[in-house]
């Protein structure tokens, strides 16, 4: 049992800890000093921050050293004015607050009547000084403008500078950042977790936002803030788009299919017929106010409708399967002469060879054996000729079944040794459905308290076969071997609070929740009845592994604490996460 004095401690050793970490959120800060014309301090001065979509503003006075600071602001375009008696008002527009990006806006009073405006629009770009991260911010309008395969925005951040992609032989998701290893990441939306913890990959998109409900996310790939470490790799903070003093609306559809494209050079190369991609993409978004300029919502609805094939070798490989003459009990085997080899394109044939055959029909180029001492010829054993099954016993009925299911071989050049067993080659479907939804309230109480509630729910399921853990329909007509469920939700509740015109607590509470379900050989119709047995020779249309099941729960709390005083901005945070991880293997 601890004494008071260890817990005392620990307790300590909690707040030191707390006051040097910020937590990462969807939000960021204006701050800047306001100085009159001969560069002197102004305290005292009115600063308000008014944000230009919603119409909300915050408001707060100079310090003695002439400093403000607006802690937590939602992302947008903000108008800030600044009052005096004794000088002119000033009021500089379209200053874009970015998130995770602190903006600076100085200003500069003029002596005169408080009645006169000077407005600055649109000014000098500002340098990045509050900290030396590197990065940027892809906008809303990149992800609008910017081609997305899929509607993907995180496909972005492969274009961002120290980025890299393998395209194979990747352990974990092959994205790379200056280095790092390809599961050091940590995403965010509003704060929240939003990373798969098994196999990280920072361009899945594993809670299915869009194009639609996303307003801006920053990457960062090196020197990251205390708010933005955890990993090595990149951090990438998603900000969700909110509802503004306008209705907004939106609906779109989007299409892909295979008759606007082109066949690939490989499947033309093998004759191979254009593999299907027909992906249907649609939903909408709503968006305005509730009660203007203080309660806001912002809705939007995906479902994603995909069928796509893909070549069986780059999921499972070339499946073996039999030849006819070998189904009826009739196997051939090359008889080479040592003395004569027979060399076909440079290679010297010894055995069963692929080149012995016609690569499309399996027709022999070479004769079959005329008498019993041919030599570089075909010979063949007759299993059921009396002479070899002298027991007269039949073919086993449940591998003779098995084996009607099979078609007959298509390739003959491309695995199995050309006489008793080939490949069918073809391209397996696969069909992707699934929704995808996202609501937002926000709300004002006053001037001092505001909130706001987001909510990501979405489907995402892989049917009639299971192609990225290879495990696909292997021939047609056949159940497939495996199928994924994928259901994910995440919510971010976050309360801001003016504790007085010098303290600002933003506090977020939420938790991020996916699951995966791979049904592998449940996929299978006849499960259980499957048979209990592994060719060597040739390839099962079948697995007998069970499900697998993958849930993962992370609750989370926030808190963001900012201090002006002087000429400094303190700031302080505390970030909790809580990992359950539940495997059903």
């Not at 009021?91 to 408080?114: H, R």
């Not at 939306?189 to 899945?204: L, R, T, Y």
């Not at 003779?400 to 479907?429: I, V």
Request: net charge positive; aromatic share 10%; with cysteine.
């Amino acid at each position: 049992m601890l004494k008071p004095s260890s817990l005392l401690s620990a307790f300590s050793l909690l707040l030191v800890f707390s006051f040097t970490i910020f937590a990462q959120t969807g939000t960021s800060n204006i701050t800047g000093t306001i100085r009159d014309s001969n560069g002197a301090a102004v305290p005292g001065a009115t600063v308000k921050a008014k944000n230009d979509a919603t119409g909300v503003t915050s408001t707060q006075t100079t310090t003695e050293s002439g400093l403000y600071s607006f802690s937590s602001l939602p992302v947008g375009s903000y108008t800030i004015t600044i009052e005096k008696q004794g000088f002119k008002t000033l009021q500089k527009t379209n200053n874009a607050l970015q998130v995770g990006e602190p903006l600076t806006v100085d200003g500069a009073l003029e002596i005169g009547q408080v009645s006169e405006t000077v407005t600055v629009t649109g000014g000098a770009e500002q340098l990045q000084n509050s900290n030396a991260t590197i990065g940027n911010v892809v906008e809303q309008k990149a992800i609008e403008a910017l081609p997305l395969n899929g509607r993907n925005p995180l496909a972005l951040l492969l274009l961002e500078p120290g980025v890299v992609q393998r395209s194979f032989g990747g352990a974990g998701s092959g994205v790379h950042v200056n280095g790092a290893r390809d599961r050091a990441y940590n995403v965010t939306i509003d704060g929240i977790e939003a990373n798969e913890s098994s196999v990280p990959n920072p361009v899945s998109n594993l809670y299915r936002i869009t194009p639609d409900n996303i307003q801006e996310y920053k990457v960062t790939t090196n020197n990251a803030t205390a708010e933005e470490g955890r990993n090595s790799g990149a951090s990438i903070s998603i900000a969700t788009r909110a509802g503004t003093s306008e209705f907004h609306g939106t609906g779109f559809f989007f299409l892909r299919n295979e008759a606007l494209n082109s066949n690939e050079w490989y499947q033309n190369a093998q004759k191979n017929t254009k593999p299907l991609i027909r992906m249907n993409q649609f939903g909408y978004e709503m968006s305005g106010p509730i009660k203007k300029n203080k309660t806001f919502f912002f809705g939007s609805y995906g479902y994603n409708r995909v069928d796509f094939t893909q070549p069986i070798d780059q999921t499972f490989g070339f499946p073996v399967v039999y030849t006819d003459s070998a189904r009826q009990g009739i196997f051939r085997y090359f008889v080479p002469d040592p003395a004569n080899p027979l060399v076909i394109g440079g290679t010297t044939i010894t055995r069963n060879s692929t080149l012995l055959v016609d690569p499309g029909s399996g027709v022999p180029v070479v004769p079959n054996c005329a008498t019993a001492t041919s030599l570089r010829c075909i010979r063949s054993y007759v299993v059921n000729n009396s002479a070899n099954n002298t027991a007269g016993r039949p073919l086993d009925t449940t591998v003779a079944g098995l084996f009607k299911a099979y078609p007959s071989p298509n390739n003959f050049a491309a695995t199995g040794d050309g006489l008793n067993t080939a490949t069918y080659a073809w391209n397996p479907p696969t069909a992707v459905r699934g929704p995808a939804i996202n609501a937002r309230i926000d709300h004002n109480f006053n001037a001092n308290n505001s909130m706001f509630g987001r909510y990501l729910w979405s489907d995402y399921n892989t049917l009639k076969g299971d192609p990225l853990n290879g495990r696909p329909q292997v021939y047609p007509n056949n159940p497939p071997q495996g199928e994924v469920f994928r259901r994910t939700s995440n919510l971010a509740l976050s309360y801001r609070r003016v504790i007085s015109p010098r303290i600002v607590n933003e506090l977020t509470a939420g938790y991020g929740r996916f699951g995966f379900l791979f049904t592998q050989g449940e996929a299978n119709p006849a499960w259980p009845d499957v048979p209990p047995f592994d060719l060597n020779s040739v390839s099962e249309p079948y697995i007998n592994t069970p499900r697998t099941a993958r849930w993962v729960t992370t609750p989370q709390v926030l808190d963001n604490l900012s201090i002006v005083r002087g000429a400094h901005v303190f700031r302080a945070g505390l970030n909790f996460r809580f990992y359950r991880h539940v495997d059903q293997r």
